[in-house]
């Protein structure tokens, strides 16, 4: 098992796109890839729960101007999985264009308040609305695994938000939902961020469908009548059908 911080800075310096440009595809032969921005007000443990899964150790105090893209790998049902974690600083504004740039770039997304943070519980809505504007959210669009988090679970007597309020608006936008303890447990962490890659893998899949595999055969065929007559038979789909296989 590898981890790696691959960047440790404010990532508002940036000058370009550069920084968040290619395709979420990493590792050698077998090895699937998935790339996680975690979002939400500061203070609510993003670092603390991207830090205690790829260490499994419990760091409290972190400077929240400070955003980081952490490298992980690990094994998820017998598969390796590599992550590439962004955690996000606390004080980014929603609205920002650089904001929008991270959530480009990721595959899939935390949402995490406080259970002990109304404010921070209010910010879900706007978060989840500027995942859907940035990464399309019609009937056409491919579905965004987003999870609703739920931190610091431990602080139970000063609860503000609810279990039950945390698993309504989860559902009412169409995210999954969780409350865990970046302090007391590692596995509810790691619990998390697998549920997230499991239902990142799903929604690729899903894009398999009927009507896209049809699709995929009538440029196949397309692609055979332009050979001609002369051509050597296809020993294999061209790049456009098989990228779509990865996951």
Known sequence: MMTSLVRHKSLKKSSGPSRYGGQARYGGSGTQGIRVVVLGQGGVGKTAMTVRFVTRRFICDYDPTLEAIYKHNTYIDGEQVHF?????????DPQSPNLEEKIRWGDAFIIAYCINDQCSFDEIMRFKFLINH?????????????????NKRDLELDRMVKT??????????????????????????????????????????????????????????????????????LNRLPSFATDSMEI
Do not use: W
């Not at 590439?84 to 980014?92: H, K, V």
């Not at 894009?207 to 050979?227: E, N, Q, W, Y």
């Open 84 to 92: 590439e974690i962004l955690d996000t600083a606390g004080q980014e």
């Open 134 to 150: 940035t990464k399309g959210s019609s009937a056409h669009a491919p579905e965004v695994p987003v999870m609703v988090v739920g």
């Open 164 to 233: 039950s309020e945390g698993e309504k608006i989860a559902t009412a936008l169409g995210c999954m939902f969780i409350e865990v303890s970046a302090k007391e447990s590692h596995e509810e962490v790691r619990t998390m961020f697998e549920k997230l890659y499991k239902k990142c893998k799903a929604c690729q899949a899903l894009k398999l469908s009927p009507t896209a595999i049809r699709k995929v055969m009538d440029k196949v065929s397309m692609f055979s009548s332009g050979l001609g007559n002369h051509s050597r038979p």
